[in-house]
């Protein structure tokens, strides 16, 4: 059964840094274009950032310039390097493909607050 296993997240002080990983239990893994997601309380989950198969990368414009997605195909794992924290991101985050095709992990919590 696919699933994706998110870790990396903490509480953080603004402007500062975490990376955040994810481990995915899907075949072909380097087949997929792969996405961050994030959902803040009381909101709906959204898209943050997604990198394609041949590692072409797009962000939200939220996180544009301060957020770094990329991947490890050998390894199953996608990462989501968060620099310049705002109060603001605070959320849980999730991965899944590019376009949610699977069923969500847990996700990890990103808590910014000084």
């Known amino acids: 059964q696919e699933q994706f296993v998110e870790s990396g997240g903490g509480l953080v002080q603004p402007g500062g840094s975490l990376k955040l990983s994810c481990v995915a239990s899907i075949n072909r893994f380097s087949n997929f274009a792969m996405g961050w997601y994030r959902q803040a309380p009381g909101k709906q989950r959204e898209w943050v950032a997604s990198?394609?198969?041949?590692?072409?990368?797009n962000y939200a414009d939220f996180v544009k310039g301060r957020f770094t997605i990329s991947r490890d195909n050998p390894k199953k794992t996608v990462y989501l390097q968060m620099n310049s924290l705002k109060a603001e991101d605070t959320a849980v985050y999730y991965c899944?493909?590019?376009?949610?095709?699977?069923?969500w992990g847990q996700g990890t919590q990103v808590t910014v607050s000084s």
């Open positions: 990198i394609t198969v041949s590692s072409t990368t």
């Open positions: 899944n493909t590019n376009g949610g095709h699977f069923s």
